[in-house]
């Protein structure tokens, strides 16, 4: 039987202990000044006197640059000196000011940033060696452990709060996001700060608040330490990040696209688009789907997208994909990510035009002609058929299809004519298909949609 882990007496001696690694941040930033009432009234207007007057006697002159300084939180993580906060604690700051625990200060450097995990890396020049906390693994972290969050909330000076794991694996916009979220109370100055296990471990970074008030109602966010980890190696290192690259567009696999596709489950990654990359060379093909990377299996775009950025440039990996029903092992030297540029895919054999248009479910469809492609902005690199209108009331227009997309594939096949589509659906009924999965582009943007049979 499982043992709920019970609530400590106390946890001064934890504070006490943990609280000299724990660091107030203090930025200055200089502000443009500005020239008028902006904002207040138009330009030329008759108060614009009246109004500038006004802003002199109780703002003093504002049209002088002036600097501006804000509070945030931090923790030493090396005795020499190198200490871990957000990356919006700091960012555009021109001086940044270290506080700490016994009460001295320091000025300290920025190393380097990660804007995509929001950390920061900053180092400061002790005479002696500074007191400093550990990472602790934060995948170990189980709902409902307790836990411990540190820092300088509403620049009031050193606090702790504490509270429970809330929840684990919470995403809110970022790519690489891994959210431990607590109770624990974090509020505005909490940022940067760190959340502590029951060993004194760090095992996140508080980062942002859930609140309609700005203050806290007890949903935190702290970015897991196992992804912290990862980009301060690498700030300290290079000074900058260096993510692995696999050179794929995907998207996640619905229970539809699966059943179109024959697949047992909707699981895995779906390949949209190779452009030219490391995937290209290895012989990904668009349409197929990533079932394992370097060992691990992959369950959703997410997962695999932070276990490439984790993996290290240069490495060749074995990447397992399902294509047309069966599995084939592609080896790929990943690349740099933020060393990527955007590249198109090559261009596809021309086709004879056909100018009549032909309505299947729910869409009226036309293969590109010159006119067509003069009119939605196409090259002529570009094939497939045009989507020039979509019944409203058709599955088609629910799952997004619009006029002006472009079909390029049907069943994993090129498309260049209603005629291709036709016998593409003709062989997903014969092979007791109940969709067909769809390749469809937007301005370029390319993502796969499986519409039903029984409607076209």
């Known amino acids: 039987m499982a043992r709920a882990q019970s609530m400590p007496d106390s946890f001064a001696d934890l504070a006490e202990r943990i609280s000299p690694s724990v660091v107030n941040i203090t930025t200055s930033t200089m502000v443009a000044g500005r020239t008028g009432p902006q904002g207040i009234v138009p330009e030329g207007s008759p108060f614009e006197d009246f109004f500038r007057e006004f802003q002199d006697r109780n703002g003093g002159d504002r049209s002088?640059?002036?600097?501006?300084?804000?509070?945030?939180?931090?923790?030493?993580?090396?005795?020499?000196?190198?200490?871990?906060?957000?990356?919006?604690?700091?960012?555009?700051?021109?001086?940044?000011?270290?506080?700490?625990?016994?009460?001295?200060?320091?000025?300290?450097?920025?190393?380097?940033?990660?804007?995509?995990?929001?950390?920061?890396?900053?180092?400061?020049?002790?005479?002696?060696?500074?007191?400093?906390?550990?990472?602790?693994?934060?995948?170990?972290?189980?709902?409902?452990?307790?836990?411990?969050?540190?820092?300088?909330?509403?620049?009031?000076?050193?606090?702790?709060?504490?509270?429970?794991?809330?929840?684990?694996?919470?995403?809110?916009?970022?790519?690489?996001?891994?959210?431990?979220?607590?109770?624990?109370?974090?509020?505005?100055?909490?940022?940067?700060?760190?959340?502590?296990?029951?060993?004194?471990?760090?095992?996140?970074?508080?980062?942002?608040?859930?609140?309609?008030?700005?203050?806290?109602?007890?949903?935190?966010?702290?970015?897991?330490?196992?992804?912290?980890?990862?980009?301060?190696?690498?700030?300290?290192?290079?000074?900058?990040?260096?993510?692995?690259?696999?050179?794929?567009?995907?998207?996640?696999?619905?229970?539809?696209?699966?059943?179109?596709?024959?697949?047992?489950?909707?699981?895995?990654?779906?390949?949209?688009?190779?452009?030219?990359?490391?995937?290209?060379?290895?012989?990904?093909?668009?349409?197929?789907?990533?079932?394992?990377?370097?060992?691990?299996?992959?369950?959703?775009?997410?997962?695999l997208v932070r276990a490439v950025g984790n993996t290290e440039v240069g490495k060749s990996v074995r990447v397992v994909v399902n294509r047309g029903g069966n599995t084939e092992t592609l080896l790929i030297t990943l690349g740099r990510r933020e060393e990527a540029e955007r590249s198109f895919p090559a261009s596809q054999q021309l086709a004879p035009e056909e100018p009549a248009e032909t309505q299947l479910m729910g869409l009226t469809l036309s293969p590109l002609t010159t006119d067509l492609r003069a009119e939605l902005g196409l090259s002529e690199s570009d094939k497939g058929l045009a989507v020039v209108a979509v019944d409203e009331g058709a599955e088609a227009f629910e799952k997004g299809l619009r006029q002006g997309d472009v079909i390029t594939e049907a069943g994993q096949a090129q498309v260049m004519s209603v005629t291709d589509l036709q016998d593409k659906i003709d062989e997903a009924r014969e092979a007791g298909r109940k969709s067909i999965l769809l390749l469809v582009r937007r301005g370029g943007d390319p993502r796969f949609v499986a519409l039903s049979l029984d409607q076209s």
């Open 64 to 303: 002088q640059p002036r600097r501006s300084s804000a509070l945030g939180s931090g923790f030493v993580i090396s005795e020499d000196g190198y200490i871990v906060t957000n990356n919006h604690v700091i960012d555009g700051a021109d001086e940044i000011t270290i506080e700490f625990f016994e009460g001295f200060t320091l000025p300290a450097t920025l190393v380097g940033t990660d804007p995509n995990t929001d950390i920061a890396l900053l180092k400061v020049e002790a005479d002696s060696p500074l007191k400093f906390v550990s990472f602790g693994d934060s995948d170990a972290s189980r709902v409902g452990n307790w836990v411990l969050a540190m820092g300088n909330p509403l620049g009031q000076g050193f606090s702790v709060s504490a509270g429970i794991v809330s929840a684990r694996n919470r995403a809110l916009s970022g790519t690489y996001d891994d959210y431990i979220q607590t109770d624990a109370a974090i509020n505005r100055g909490n940022s940067g700060g760190p959340l502590f296990n029951m060993k004194g471990e760090v095992i996140g970074v508080n980062t942002a608040i859930l609140s309609p008030n700005g203050g806290s109602i007890g949903i935190g966010f702290s970015m897991a330490s196992n992804v912290v980890q990862k980009v301060v190696a690498q700030l300290k290192e290079y000074g900058e990040t260096r993510r692995g690259w696999l050179g794929v567009r995907i998207q996640d696999v619905t229970p539809d696209m699966a059943e179109a596709l024959g697949l047992a489950s909707a699981s895995g990654a779906m390949v949209s688009d190779v452009p030219e990359g490391p995937a290209m060379d290895a012989g990904m093909k668009a349409g197929d789907v990533i079932v394992k990377f370097d060992g691990r299996d992959v369950t959703d775009t997410r997962e």
